[in-house]
């Protein structure tokens, strides 16, 4: 049974205000096929990310921005042809982009619609979200913990470059895992 209950959510710690991403403990990491047999794992870092959080967390509102070359996959030169007009481009289009569309509970998972924009397309995603928790740093800072996850077609961004294996297959899988390790500091 599918609940999409629109009424308040109860977080313990949830604190409604401004929350802004800490870039330093924070991390978006994807995963992709590599030639039909294992898979390439990479990250990015963070620019900026804002939470406004509202009384009830159902009503959040997400905007993060990704700087598009600091894209890393253990591989220089992997990594420049990834940044390079054959994939992400990041000269024209140095920024990926999420802003949230809304938040739901369904079958008990959060999750968390939006915007994505890679290379100038523009799809909408969800996120699979789990919160960690709240405490406070030694300094005492309010922090958020969280995890969230997306599978995306690369193909629908445009991301389309790929080669043939004279075994069958491509060198690039078509789906990209996409996981957030966040945490936040609560602004007020």
Known sequence: MTDT????????????GTWILDPSHSEVGFTV??????????????K???????????????????????LDTKDEGRDQHLRSADFFDVETYP??????????IE????????????????????????????GSDPWGNYKAGATAKTVINREDFGLTWNAALETGGVLVGKDVTITLD???AYQA
Do not use: C, W
């Open 107 to 134: 079958d008990g998972e959060m999750l968390v619609d939006g915007d994505l924009t890679i290379k100038g397309v523009t799809k909408p995603v969800t996120f699979e979200f789990d919160f960690g928790g709240f």
């Open 33 to 46: 096929r590599h030639m039909m047999i294992s898979k390439v794992r990479g990250h990015f870092a963070v």
């Open 182 to 184: 966040l945490q936040g």
């Open 95 to 104: 920024s990926i982009d999420f802003v949230s569309t809304g938040v739901r």
């Open 5 to 16: 209950t629109t009424t308040a959510l109860e977080i313990p710690g949830y604190r409604a």
């Open 48 to 70: 900026s990310a804002t939470l406004i959080a509202p009384e009830n967390p159902l009503e959040a509102k997400v905007e993060a921005h990704v700087d598009a070359a600091s």
